[in-house]
């Protein structure tokens, strides 16, 4: 099983600070990467996919990076609804996993 | 957008067994994989359970495997999961998810709101 870690677990900004967010993994997982945003009481969303591919509709602050084991998720600056928790997920291997999240708070 | 609404969930005891159903409409079911992802209280996403748009192939999670059962049913656009031998760890919120891309695993386009399931005596 592919192992996703993601760190910070917590990461405490301002509004207009740049946020960035790192996801490992403990094999290759090639660009099969994606990174979703989950608020309290809430589904997740799916942000980027295929490591730096935006989703429909998300705005162009939200950007991702990396391949093979190491991914990155860049807010290039923090809006108010941006303070939520961030999971990264593989589809490289089975089973599906995803990583345990990054919590972004307001400092 | 693409409703997902998940049903059945609720209390059961440990041992027991429950099934859950997504109905999906807005889009061609039958060409899409659809997952079952839990999040227990205060916990991360864990995926369970994959079946890809013909029904014939399946996927599941080591701690569902041989306990959780995934199917479709095309005609109706509905997805289920039963769930037998029910733990206390089992508890959580059960989200259905559609697969963005035709024919792949994830990721995950679309989610329902999700459905507590409860396991206590």
Redesign the interface.
Known sequence: EIVLTQFPATLSLSPGERATLSCRASQSVSSYLAWYQQKPGQSPRLLIYDASNRATGIPARFSGSGSGTDFTLTISSLEPEDFAVYYCQQRNNWPLTFGGGTKVEIK | EVPLVESGGGLVQPGGSLRLSCAASGFTFSSYAM?W?RQAPGK????LS?IFGSGETT????SVKGRFTISRDNSKSTLYLQMNSLRAEDTAVY?CAKA?ISG??????F????TLVTVSS
């Open positions: 997952s992802v991360g996403l864990e995926w994959l996927h599941y999670a080591d989200f963005k792949s695993s994830s990721p995950f386009d989610w329902g709101q999700g």
